[in-house]
């Protein structure tokens, strides 16, 4: 459009007077409520959704979430902002520096939505402090948790949170494995038992497998990984072999709230 004359090409190459925007169209909602309907917006209003870590795919998946109309928030995670976040966080940038993330994802939700309600954890999320932590939260919001998302990256302890759900029966989505992965195309959201080509999904299996749960609904890559050799001199302990690509983690957060959005305001396909 060219403002100055207040013209408006349009898709047949004719240029003409610029379209008015229907009533309602300034609203911050006005684009989502098309697609998610009344009842959609309304559920996404009232819902709670707990978010397990704020690093590439946790802090990604936060900013989709707040912009699609969800509620009430609880963030859980205890690093700071680091030079080594910048390829991939949201909340990662020069001015952020040595900030909690908390309170970073905190500011920022609040900035897109002043109504959105944010509760947050300074806290690791680990299985010998999980149920208590878990507990605090659930009371902090009404007795209310629509949905937990597992956004960290400790095998043992998405093993457990997987345990937790399936014994409270919670509705869990859980991020697999984003490093040395380099093709979006191959990411996909599937249950755990249907997963390929990921070392995480095939660990997760196994252990699942071990422990009887039968079902935990995940977003993964099934791209073989990119070979990428271990640093000279590191000790085995140390993951100097993993590589991340910019775009990755955070194209697996916003899978992940798709999801969940479509979950909660009953729209499109989406996984019970």
Same mark, same amino acid.
């Given at each position: ?14 240029? $003409? ?8 169209? =300034? ?10 309907? =009344?009842?959609?917006? =309304? ?10 870590? &704020? $690093? ?8 989709? &979430? ?18 080594? +976040? @910048? ?22 939700? *609040? ?10 954890? #300074?806290?690791?999320? *680990? ?5 208590? *932590? ?27 949170? !997987?345990?937790?759900?399936?014994? #409270?029966?919670?509705? &869990?989505?859980?991020?697999? %494995? ?8 191959? &990411?996909?959201?599937? =249950? ?20 009887? /749960?039968? #079902? ?24 100097? +072999?993993?590589?991340? !690509? ?6 697996? $957060?916003?899978? /992940? ?7 909660? !305001? #009953? @729209? %499109?396909?989406?996984?019970?």
């Amino acid at each position: 459009m060219n403002a100055s004359e207040n013209t408006y090409a349009y898709p047949n190459g004719i240029a $003409g007077p610029a379209p008015e925007p229907a009533p309602g169209d =300034d609203a911050a909602d006005s684009r989502l409520r098309r697609i998610m309907g =009344d009842d959609g917006m =309304d559920r996404l209003a009232n819902a709670t959704v707990m978010v397990l870590g &704020l $690093g590439g795919v946790g802090s990604s998946c936060v900013e989709a &979430l707040v912009r699609g109309g969800v509620g009430r928030l609880v963030l859980i995670d205890r690093d700071m902002v680091s030079p080594s +976040n @910048v390829n991939r966080q949201v909340i990662a940038f020069q001015s952020t520096m040595g900030r909690r993330k908390i309170d970073v994802m905190r500011e920022m939700c *609040l900035d897109i939505n002043p109504n959105v309600h944010v509760v947050t954890k #300074h806290s690791f999320v *680990l299985a010998e402090t999980f149920d208590d *932590l878990y507990a605090e939260c659930l009371e902090e919001c009404d007795g209310r948790i629509d949905f937990v998302l597992d956004c960290i990256d400790t095998i043992s302890t998405k093993i457990f949170i !997987a345990e937790f759900a399936q014994k #409270h029966g919670l509705r &869990l989505i859980s991020a697999m %494995g984003a490093a040395n992965k380099l093709q979006p195309e191959y &990411l996909r959201a599937s =249950d755990l038992y249907e997963t390929v080509n990921d070392p995480i999904s095939r660990i997760m299996r196994k252990e699942c497998r071990k422990r009887g /749960i039968k #079902h935990l609904r995940v977003v993964y890559s099934c791209e073989q990984p990119v070979p990428v050799p271990v640093r000279e001199g590191a000790p085995r302990s140390e993951r100097s +072999n993993l590589g991340t !690509a910019s775009y990755m983690p955070p194209m697996m $957060g916003q899978m /992940i709230a798709a999801e969940t959005l479509r979950a909660i !305001a #009953h @729209v %499109g396909e989406f996984a019970d």
